[in-house]
């Protein structure tokens, strides 16, 4: 089941475009890795993607239905997790649960099935224990850690993250790779992640899109079994 693409998407900051012609499809139940050097505009994908920028020209298409049938959920999980401030006041137990909201109606509160979830996400990512420490106060990898359990704690069928293994030691990585892998093959997530240690993770992944730089050109082009483009700096 289909459930993003991207069709002769041209988009860019300045007068010139930092992604040209870009063709992609992500199906369900699919873990894809985006990779390429800085300033290759991977971060802008995905904001695409997600239709948080429009594009200049071409369109972007999400699936109004999940691959079970109800409404698409989308769980996106940031770069600047980690920019939180120590003045931050919510505790990780507290934005967490915030995750669950988007099954809900306004009016209904969490139930036991919500908290369960929410324990589950966060011991998922090794940081029940923490749950009552103040996001301010976590490092940079702890903070990202969090990020990825309130998205879990959506279930998502559609799961974004960008770089999210940012300050986490070799072992923790290892750690996330296979979590992120449980999620595609047991729960039948489709998982979108920007990642600079493509080595690592590539056992676990089925697709990998590619930005790199265009022999004799300073353009980008995307190279997948199932994407096109050609891609400039600055994105």
Request: proline share 4%; aromatic share 8%; glycine share 12%.
């Amino acid at each position: 089941m289909e459930l993003a693409s991207m069709n002769k998407v041209v988009f860019g900051y300045s007068e010139y475009p930092c992604l040209d012609d870009v063709n992609l499809t992500i199906t369900s139940g699919e873990f894809v890795a985006v990779t390429g050097p800085n300033g290759a505009a991977k971060t802008t994908l995905l904001k695409l993607m997600l239709g948080l920028l429009k594009p200049w020209s071409g369109q972007v298409q999400r699936s109004g239905l999940g691959a079970q049938g109800g409404k698409l959920i989308t769980g996106y999980v940031p770069q600047q997790m980690a920019s939180f401030n120590s003045g931050f006041p919510s505790k990780v137990i507290e934005w967490v649960r915030s995750g669950r909201w988007n099954r809900k109606r306004w009016y209904e509160r969490l139930n036991e099935e919500d908290h369960r979830i929410v324990e589950q996400a966060l011991r998922e990512v090794g940081m029940w224990n923490q749950r009552n420490t103040r996001i301010g106060e976590l490092s940079g990898g702890q903070k990202q850690r969090i990020g990825v359990a309130r998205a879990l704690a959506q279930e998502p069928d559609l799961f974004v993250l960008d770089e999210p293994t940012t300050g986490m030691d070799v072992e923790s990585r290892q750690q996330f790779y296979e979590l992120m892998h449980r999620q595609v093959k047991d729960c039948g997530r489709s998982i979108v992640m920007v990642t600079h240690g493509l080595e690592e993770v590539l056992p676990k992944i089925d697709r990998v899109i590619e930005l790199k730089r265009k022999e004799g050109g300073d353009w980008k082009c995307c190279t997948t079994s199932s994407c096109s483009g050609h891609f400039w700096p600055g994105g």
